[in-house]
């Protein structure tokens, strides 16, 4: 089993649509980040949690430590934001503090 | 402008020759990560750096060296490639560890044959 799940695999929506990543993991964790792929390739990260709510334009992504949960929303969707969004965690447990674990990434599609 | 510079952004070449991807960033940071990027794996930590002259291993280190000599680079060293290695390449930097944003370089593809 993974560490860090996402949901969904792959998402299609129409342009205006309110959309929903979730990612779960099953380690403690200090830190959470939510980056995004372009596809041609770019990688830029949107936030980074390690509790409550933060807030950027369109975008919203929330933590929940205890339920060992995170969601990405993205208010009234357009087609730029057509990317692959992925979830990463830095774990409590060992000695590693450099240590990133990644889910395998939501691929989102926003139709015009 | 701040940013994370990678060289070459393209690579092709064959197996058992040395090669070296180039990693720069002009932030001052002090943390700094190599990653692949391989379909239905998605990104994996090969090395990462906390600061310099101390580096240590990610979750796939196998093949791989890194050294960091300096603050800004970060090279990430393949002394005998093999096709397992053809991938897509990331660099990435922050501030001081992993509970910092992310920088992210543009990605080396890199193909072993």
């Given at each position: 089993?993974?560490?860090?799940?996402?949901?969904?695999?792959?998402?299609?929506?129409?342009?205006g649509?309110?959309i929903?990543?979730?990612?779960?993991?099953?380690?403690?964790?200090s830190?959470?980040?939510?980056?995004?792929q372009?596809?041609g390739?770019?990688?830029?990260?949107?936030?980074?949690?390690?509790?409550?709510?933060?807030?950027?334009?369109?975008?919203?992504?929330?933590?929940?430590?205890?339920?060992?949960?995170s969601?990405?929303?993205?208010?009234?969707?357009?087609?730029?934001?057509?990317a692959?969004y992925?979830c990463a965690?830095?774990?409590?447990?060992?000695?590693?503090?450099?240590?990133?674990?990644?889910?395998?990434?939501?691929?989102?599609?926003?139709?015009? | 402008?701040?940013q994370?510079?990678?060289?070459?952004?393209?690579?092709?070449?064959?197996?058992?020759?040395?090669?070296?991807?180039?990693c720069?960033?002009?932030?001052?940071?002090?943390?700094?990560?190599?990653?692949?990027q391989?379909?239905g794996?998605?990104?994996?930590?090969?090395?990462?750096s906390m600061?310099?002259?101390?580096?240590?291993?990610?979750?796939?280190?196998?093949?791989?060296?890194v050294?960091?000599?300096?603050?800004?680079?970060?090279?990430?060293?393949?002394?005998?490639?093999?096709?397992?290695?053809?991938?897509?390449?990331?660099?990435?930097s922050?501030?001081?560890?992993?509970?910092?944003?992310?920088?992210?370089?543009?990605?080396?593809?890199l193909?072993?044959?």
């Open positions: 089993k993974n560490e860090v799940e996402q949901s969904p695999q792959n998402l299609t929506a129409q342009e649509e309110f929903t990543i979730n990612c779960s993991y099953s380690v403690g964790i830190a959470l980040h939510w980056l995004q372009h596809p390739g770019g990688i830029v990260s949107l936030f980074m949690l390690s509790s409550g709510k933060k807030k950027h334009g369109r975008l919203i992504a929330t933590i929940n430590i205890q339920e060992k949960h969601s990405l929303h993205i208010t009234a969707s357009h087609p730029r934001d057509s692959v992925i965690v830095r774990s409590n447990y060992g000695g590693s503090q450099g240590n990133l674990i990644f889910g395998k990434g939501t691929k989102l599609s926003v139709k015009p | 402008e701040a994370v510079t990678q060289n070459p952004r393209y690579l092709i070449t064959v197996t058992g020759k040395k090669l070296t991807v180039t720069s960033q002009n932030m001052n940071h002090e943390y700094m990560s190599w990653y692949r391989d379909p794996l998605g990104l994996r930590q090969i090395y990462y600061n310099v002259e101390v580096t240590d291993k990610g979750d796939v280190p196998e093949g791989y060296k050294s960091r000599k300096e603050k800004r680079n970060f090279p990430l060293i393949l002394e005998s490639p093999s096709p397992n290695q053809t991938s897509l390449y990331f660099c990435a922050s501030l001081r560890g992993v509970s910092y944003e992310q920088y992210f370089g543009p990605g080396t593809r193909t072993v044959t």
